[in-house]
């Protein structure tokens, strides 16, 4: 997702807050596919679930973050792949 907001010349902060990365790139005009809509609920794996003082109580579908990482990273350099200039 930064690398994307990075090719389009976004400028953001230092976060793991996938939603706040979310709403810069649709400010941007990148809108997200309807099936990746929902990806702010990966947010846990990159920030909460890196401290050892998380609630244990916290659980994700490790499958599902899975699926969703799949598919974002296949979005994400398709974007990339777009934005090249041709040789």
Not at 19 to 28: C, K, N, Q, T
Not at 72 to 82: F, I, K, N
């Amino acid at each position: 997702m930064k690398a994307l907001l990075s090719d389009f010349g976004v400028r953001f902060r230092k976060t793991h807050e996938i939603g706040a990365l979310i709403e810069l790139a649709e400010s941007a005009g990148c809108s997200l596919p309807e099936n990746l809509k929902n990806l702010d609920i990966l947010t846990p794996f990159g920030a909460v679930y890196r401290y050892e003082d998380y609630d244990s109580e916290l659980s994700l579908d490790r499958g599902s973050a899975r699926q969703l990482i799949r598919g974002l990273r296949t979005w994400v350099e398709r974007g990339l792949r777009e934005r090249q200039p041709e040789a």
